[in-house]
T-cell receptor, first 115, second 112 residues
Framework: GAGVSQTPSNKVTEKGKYVELRCDPI?????LYWYRQSLGQGPEFLIYFQGTGAADDSGLPNDRFFAVRPEGSVSTLKIQRTERGDSAVYLC?????????????FGPGTRLTVT | AQSVSQHNHHVILSEAASLELGCNYS??????LFWYVQYPGQHLQLLLKYFSGDPLVKGIKGFEAEFIKSKFSFNLRKPSVQWSDTAEYFCAVNARGFKTIFGAGTRLFVKA
């Protein structure tokens, strides 16, 4: 079946602007994760959803970052007043939390560049 | 707080050489352990995982990893690498919750 998809694949925005990044998880996966990966680093946890609710948002760096998953499927990561330090690849992953344990399936990522 | 340390940031090997990538984590409780791989131009994918049972786990493409609880380690091994193994490898730990912590990654380059 189809894997995790993310749009856009690349986003260039000016400092101070607002951006939305979208993630379509694998159908039937109840858990959805957002990560941020900077150059030379591993993925850094941002937020995790179980269904529609954010089960753990402890990785969000500040209140400029917000994510939603209103119907328990597609999720949107929203960044307000973008800063140059927000430039990174934003990864989305999904998993079946009760079957297969915690194996996560990753999307291709959205490369965000803030100029 | 949990952390994951990968010992080598860059590894260069010739084909048929043996591979061992180190991974140590800091967490005193029960953990799930993973190795993910990212091939050039592709997204992250699972290589192998350990949840419980036999501490020696086998994954795809001839990779294996050994969980040594006393050393808080989960090293990745392959007896004979191929050029197609050129990729970036990430060790990850999940403390039976849903927040997974990744290491910084090891870039492996295999010379043909």
């Amino acid at each position: 079946g189809a894997g995790v998809s993310q749009t856009p694949s690349n986003k260039v925005t000016e400092k101070g602007k607002y951006v939305e990044l979208r993630c379509d998880p694998i159908s039937g996966h109840t858990a959805l994760y957002w990560y941020r990966q900077s150059l030379g680093q591993g993925p850094e946890f941002l937020i995790y959803f179980q269904g529609t609710g954010a089960a753990d948002d402890s990785g969000l760096p500040n209140d400029r970052f917000f994510a939603v998953r209103p119907e328990g499927s597609v999720s949107t990561l929203k960044i307000q007043r973008t800063e140059r330090g927000d430039s990174a690849v934003y990864l989305c992953a999904s998993s079946l939390t009760r079957t297969g344990g915690y194996e996560q399936y990753f999307g291709p990522g959205t490369r965000l560049t803030v100029t | 707080a949990q952390s994951v340390s990968q010992h080598n940031h860059h590894v260069i090997l010739s084909e048929a050489a043996s591979l061992e990538l180190g991974c140590n984590y800091s967490y005193g409780g029960t953990v799930n352990l993973f190795w993910y791989v990212q091939y050039p131009g592709q997204h992250l994918q699972l290589l192998l995982k350990y949840f419980s049972g036999d501490p020696l786990v086998k994954g795809i493409k001839g990779f294996e990893a050994e969980f040594i609880k006393s050393k808080f380690s989960f090293n990745l091994r392959k007896p004979s690498v191929q050029w197609s193994d050129t990729a970036e490898y990430f060790c990850a730990v999940n403390a039976r919750g849903f927040k997974t912590i990744f290491g910084a990654g090891t870039r492996l380059f295999v010379k043909a």
